[in-house]
């Protein structure tokens, strides 16, 4: 059963950076696809970034381009999402999410097979 962990949110004010960071454990992480989503309230969870199992691909929303970066560690089974620029429209619950790698990196949710808990991410004005 392959465990995903979020941590590295919290509160950061306009203009900031956060990193967050997503610990894999329980399979083959150099397999797996994943990606970030984000949750503000009262609105559908939406994909934010994504990147193959190899670190090769990457893909972002529009409104994260070059703002957010997404990058992996394989030997360390983690997979990280650099928040720089933030903007108060950024708060929302982020989640990381995995999936067996395939031929292109999914962003509708229900691709992704296995999910953290999610971390806050809070962006004052």
């Known amino acids: 059963q392959v465990q995903l962990v979020e941590s590295g949110g919290g509160l950061a004010q306009a203009g900031g950076s956060l990193r967050l960071s997503c610990a894999a454990s329980?399979?083959?992480?150099?397999?797996?696809?994943m990606g970030w989503f984000r949750q503000a309230p009262g609105k559908e969870r939406e994909f934010a970034a994504g990147?193959?199992?190899?670190?090769?691909?990457?893909l972002y929303t529009d409104s994260v381009k070059g703002r957010f970066t997404i990058s992996r560690d394989n030997a360390k089974n983690a997979v990280y999402l650099q928040l720089n620029s933030l903007k108060p429209e950024d708060t929302a619950v982020y989640y990381c999410?995995?999936?067996?790698?395939?031929?292109?990196?999914?962003?509708?949710?229900?691709?992704?097979?296995?999910w953290g808990p999610g971390i806050q991410v809070t962006v004052s004005s």
């Open positions: 990147i193959d199992r190899r670190g090769a691909r990457t």
């Open positions: 329980g399979g083959t992480f150099s397999t797996f696809d």
């Open positions: 999410a995995a999936r067996s790698g395939g031929l292109y990196i999914p962003t509708v949710a229900t691709l992704y097979r296995y």
